[in-house]
């Protein structure tokens, strides 16, 4: 009996989707463009913080060796260095590396010339952090630690690279609620012209005994098919439009100048299809409760 039930239910709630096409349709194409702005803002924001992170792997900070130390005394300092708390990794750099490096820097004939009779740049080790909040925290430790000459870190890059992603999280996480009420919103406003449409058959089922929740399901089941079918649509136009963007700014000057790498589709399906699938069908059920509540005894 519970399954013959269960299907009533259900297929109740496809036949008021089909049933009022014209309002499940606007309800679609209204759903569908509130969906595709929430997936710009998404895609924009996960990229963002995909690339921050990415900048922040290569911030840190470099640790240089007091000259003339022996190779057992550097790697008792990189031990040392990999036992202080939120250090990622270290990556060792040679005299000579610390010299090409800063000659290709300045690109200097003269620089490298007498770089090369005598080479005052000392050799160290830059460090590599977890959590770059945490920058001044190890800064003070390495300091301490035997034959370390000094630390240099870039403090104010660090911080404005937290600042700008913590900025953007903000911001999207704000747009992101505002799109998800926007949805709510519509949904209910389309289920509630069924409702009323249907006000006088609630009514009588009422009257001969049907339960609220029995009364309330179908409407609900049809605020989920929308939800799950506008979301369905957007994750297709979004994931197109996205290969097509993406295609075309990696074949840009600008991603080469600027070494950026932008996340494929494939590697952000998983969660567009999670994060899409649970906003459809909790808009959709929730947009049916709230346009219930009128006709219904809560």
Excluded at 120 to 146: F, R, W
Excluded at 278 to 291: D, P, V
Aim: glycine share 8%; charged share 20%.
């Amino acid at each position: 009996m519970r399954y013959n039930v269960l299907g009533y239910l259900i297929s109740e709630g496809f036949r008021n989707v089909f049933k009022n096409k014209k309002s499940t349709g606007a309800s679609l194409m209204i759903m569908c463009a509130t969906m595709l702005i929430f997936g710009l803002f998404f895609l924009i924001g996960e990229n963002i913080n995909y690339i921050v992170q990415e900048l922040e792997r290569d911030q840190g900070m470099t640790a240089h060796l007091v000259k003339g130390i022996s190779e057992e005394q550097m790697k008792n300092v990189e031990e040392e260095i990999k036992k202080v708390p939120y250090v990622a990794k270290t990556t060792f750099i040679s005299e000579e590396a610390a010299m090409n490096s800063m000659v290709e820097k300045f690109g200097d004939r003269f620089l490298k010339g007498y770089l090369e009779l005598r080479n005052p740049l000392p050799a160290g080790y830059m460090v590599n952090l977890t959590d770059l909040t945490k920058l001044e925290e190890v800064k003070a430790q390495i300091e301490q630690i035997e034959n370390i000459d000094e630390v240099i870190a870039q403090s104010e890059t660090v911080v404005a690279l937290v600042n700008v992603a913590n900025g953007i999280r903000f911001v999207s996480t704000g747009i992101l609620i505002l799109l998800v009420i926007i949805s709510v919103f519509i949904i209910a406003n389309t289920i509630k012209l069924t409702v009323h449409a249907r006000r006088k058959e609630i009514s009588i089922m009422k009257y001969v005994g049907a339960t609220n929740g029995f009364i309330r399901w179908p409407f609900i089941v049809e605020g989920i098919i929308i939800g799950i079918v506008a979301a369905s649509l957007s994750i297709l136009l979004l994931g197109l439009g996205y290969n097509a963007i993406v295609g075309e700014i990696a074949k840009s000057f600008i991603s080469t100048l600027m070494s950026i790498k932008l996340l494929t589709f494939s590697e952000i399906f998983p969660l567009v299809i999670t994060v899409y699938l649970g906003l459809g069908i909790g808009i959709g059920a929730l947009g049916s409760i709230i346009s219930m509540r009128k006709y219904l005894e809560v």
